[in-house]
């Protein structure tokens, strides 16, 4: 009986052992951490400053009052309380002050704090900015809070504010941290477990895509057999590194060799694709890998000094936490829970498997992810498709000519789909247009397309104005060797800067009103969902009446009357679009009510 507690017993505290060893983190390796971190955000500010004004400001396209009467509540925004120029600037500056200071390492955990509340609220402030790289990094900031990020390599370290410290710091916070990584990982190569990825054909299809590949990414696609290595390659890899992440056996040369692998992994990303700051965010989360044995083997501290990188007495880890223990300990174990929770139901959801709970729970899981900015979708390039797609806000001039205002009023032509540039003025406007294209963020096409007629009007002279424009997507379909098939156009939205009515998921609903340019009706009727529905009026611009019928499903039906400039009137009946009777002769000069 005592030797069955004995084997018992020694079997727990083996399993506490290993759990230690694995979710330990060493103290400098902390340190990378931190300064990966603080250098992949000021990074990412400044790429975002470039375009200011235009995608945070009222003089942008996502003006306060649109972005108030567009997004939800939970989408809380210190961004979002003022839409002057200077007001964000601020904002931006203060951040970037948190960002330095987390970086020197000067009073880490107010700055880990304050960078990660401003970077949630920049997040809110621009739904269609926001990429799986900035989510990652918001996670990695908020769990920054709850560590010792600044025990070694910083101010606070040359101070000698954290003497009592254990070289491996184990805390939940450690394991919290360690697990989102492990997750992003994981759930990133699970869902790629599909038909692209298994038949090796995926790299293919993401570097034809021209918005996002590279220049040595598409260079590649004259090498298909390299492509379907990479592909099963890299699959393999987010499949089984997660796992190998945690092992601290055989002195953690195991876990070292799966840190040396995904690092080498991200850098052909970056080389090959546009991914913003997702594999400079991931590189600094892999740095919490690297073991003691890792940083002995450096030897660091015989070239840095002993003033940054001072040791350690053996201590119970938590000591320095001044809000106690308890506190960070629900935190993490909150945050832990509510992680896998959302992942396995992503992962559900995008499997199109039942999900075991009811709608009203999964709504509020959904909230709770929105407010804290934790909602976790790691399914970047899982299910390319066979396309390639390209983006153009065409319009006409007075003379006829089409320009694309996404390109500073390049000419195109829609039979040639080459004459459309695919590249974005840069990676954030990148990604706006490919938000765009989805139905979660239709309802901003509106503002954006606006904002880009807006743009060319104030620039250009009155001959050159523009009254209406399209936002439309060239599909290339592509046969399985890469070439392209027909030219399919899909128009997103069209704005009429002379028509006034609302919108609901980017779509025209409800009444609607078409003027002139001398400002007499052109037109007037209801849609719904984007397609005309109800009695429509057309008039001609001296303002006499040209057409009046009724609409259903975006089709003439039932009875229609037109008149021409005489007032002479004709009329046929319609059935879903054609009409079933012969048109009667002109009717003498009418008076119909307007």
């Not at 710091?169 to 790629?192: D, E, I, N, P, R």
């Amino acid at each position: 009986m005592r030797s069955g507690m004995q084997f018992e017993n020694s079997l727990i505290q083996g399993a506490q052992r290993s759990w230690r060893d694995a979710f330990s983190i060493d103290l400098r390796s902390l340190a990378l951490f931190r300064m990966g971190l603080a250098a992949t955000l000021l990074y990412n500010l400044a790429t975002r400053s470039r375009d200011l004004v235009a995608m945070y400001t009222d003089s942008g396209y996502l003006p306060v009052a649109t972005w108030r009467a567009t997004v939800d509540v939970s989408f809380w925004s210190l961004h979002g309380l003022r839409g002057e120029t200077t007001f964000v600037v601020f904002l931006f500056l203060l951040h970037a002050v948190a960002g330095v200071a987390l970086l020197v390492g000067y009073r880490a955990r107010l700055a880990s704090c304050l960078a990660w509340l401003l970077l949630v609220s920049l997040h809110h402030r621009n739904p269609l900015l926001l990429s799986g790289g900035d989510v990652l990094l918001g996670m990695l900031l908020f769990w920054s809070i709850m560590l010792p990020t600044d025990a070694r390599w910083s101010v606070a370290a040359w101070r000698g504010k954290y003497t009592d410290l254990p070289q491996r710091y184990f805390s939940a916070a450690s394991c919290g941290a360690m697990l989102q990584v492990f997750l992003m990982y994981l759930v990133t190569g699970l869902s790629k477990c599909n038909e692209a990825w298994w038949s090796g054909d995926a790299l293919f299809r993401v570097f034809h895509f021209e918005l996002i590949a590279r220049p040595l990414g598409q260079s590649m696609l004259g090498m298909p057999r390299l492509l379907w290595w990479l592909t099963i390659s890299a699959l393999f890899l987010e499949l089984s590194s997660p796992w190998l992440l945690l092992i601290s056996k055989f002195r953690y040369r195991i876990r070292l060799f799966a840190v040396v692998s995904l690092i080498a992994l991200h850098f052909g990303i970056e080389l090959t694709m546009q991914v913003l700051i997702f594999s400079w965010v991931s590189l600094s989360g892999l740095m919490l890998f690297l073991p003691t044995t890792f940083w002995d083997w450096c030897d660091v501290e015989r070239w840095l000094g002993s003033s940054l990188s001072r040791n350690s007495t053996a201590a119970a880890p938590g000591r320095h936490d001044r809000w106690g223990r308890p506190l960070i300990l629900l935190v993490s174990i909150f945050a832990i829970s509510y992680a896998f929770t959302y992942n396995l139901l992503f992962l559900a959801k995008f499997n199109d498997l039942p999900v075991p709970i009811s709608a009203g729970l999964d709504q509020g899981i959904e909230r709770v992810g929105e407010v804290f900015g934790w909602t976790q979708k790691w399914n970047m390039f899982s299910k390319p498709k066979r396309h390639d797609f390209r983006f153009a806000t065409v319009a006409t001039l007075p003379n006829g000519q089409l320009v694309d205002l996404l390109h500073d009023g390049m000419p195109v032509s829609l039979d040639d789909p080459t004459t459309v540039d695919p590249r974005a003025a840069s990676q954030r406007w990148m990604l706006t247009l490919l938000h765009l294209g989805t139905a979660q963020h239709a309802k901003f096409l509106p503002a954006v397309t606006n904002y880009w007629m807006r743009q060319w009007n104030q620039s250009h002279p009155e001959s050159e104005q523009i009254d209406l424009v399209d936002h439309i997507v060239l599909v290339r379909p592509l046969d399985p060797q890469g070439n392209p098939m027909d030219l399919e156009i899909r128009r997103l939205i069209q704005v009429d800067r002379h028509a006034s009515g609302g919108y609901v998921d980017g779509q025209p609903d409800g009444p609607w009103e078409f003027r002139y340019p001398n400002g007499q009706r052109s037109a007037a009727g209801e849609f719904r969902q984007g397609k005309k529905v109800g009695t429509w009026t057309t008039w001609y611009p001296d303002g006499t009446l040209e057409s009046r019928g009724a609409y259903e499903n975006d089709q003439f039906e039932g009875p229609w009357e037109f008149y021409d400039e005489q007032g002479r009137c004709v009329r046929e009946v319609y059935r879903a679009g054609k009409s079933t009777s012969p048109p009667t002769s002109p009717a003498a000069p009418t008076s119909p009510p307007e």
